[in-house]
């Protein structure tokens, strides 16, 4: 994102409206700029159309750093998983997309928040944790689509600095591997420079407990349960086996 700086006079009305607080008034403020390497091209600061004289400019940008409106800009499509946003239906599709079954659990970690973002070195060293910990990758996540080494968990050196708003991992592992992914990631969360949640779902057993609970209890994770389930997305594509 540019601002043209004939064109700005000065008002300032933007600033509030940068996610990343990337755009600051010169020493005599009397024009506004952005600080290339804070954007993420979230495009917020544009869509808002708060400028009185039109003087943001949109770009694109070339590889590597079009993966920050990838990853940032809600309006656009990941071209591989050709999902927008955050480029995953995440795991409440999961009765319709089958990506985890009974005896398993999905792993989501999301780096990054409004305010903050992420860059991708801390979400490559979230994703080695994962992989050292045995996972699998969901094959149709943007950010697996980023790795250059699914075993170790290795990113593209390409955009190992970009910065983007949010990036989410998401995995799969057996339930009674649990203990070793809460392990890798509390091991490396102090090495992580921004926010970053964890989420684990699981299929409900018939009495409607959730069978990631107890684990949990004995790992004196804190934790909150949380239904969430997407209906009108299609029909149910697997059985569920025994
Ligand atoms: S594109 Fe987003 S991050 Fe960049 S200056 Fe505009 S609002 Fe801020
Ligand atoms: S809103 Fe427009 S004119 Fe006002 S400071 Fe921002 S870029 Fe400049």
Known sequence: MKIDEKECVGCGECLAY?????????????????DEDECVEC???????????????EEIHPWPRSIRAAFSNPLLVHKETRVPGRGTEEAKTNDVTGQFRKGFVGITTEMGRPGL???????????KA??????VFAP?????????????????????????CSAMIEST???????????????VSPEIETVF????????????????EKVLKELEVLFYINGKTNVGLGRPLFKEVG
């Open 140 to 164: 149709n996540n943007p950010v697996t689509y980023l790795m250059v080494d699914q075993k170790t968990g290795q990113l593209n050196p390409e955009i190992i600095s970009e910065k983007v």
């Open 117 to 127: 973002g992420a860059r991708f070195y801390d979400v490559e060293k979230v994703a």
């Open 173 to 187: 592992t057996p339930l009674e591997n649990l203990p070793e992914v809460i392990k890798q990631l509390k091991g």
């Open 43 to 57: 495009g917020v600061c544009f869509r808002s159309k708060v400028c009185p004289v039109d003087a943001f400019e």
């Open 197 to 212: 949640c964890l989420t684990i779902s699981s299929r409900l057993e018939e009495d409607g407990t959730a069978p990631c």
């Open 18 to 34: 940068c996610p990343m607080g990337a755009i600051s008034m010169d020493d005599d403020a009397d024009f506004a700029s952005i």
């Open 130 to 135: 994962l992989a050292r910990a045995g996972v």
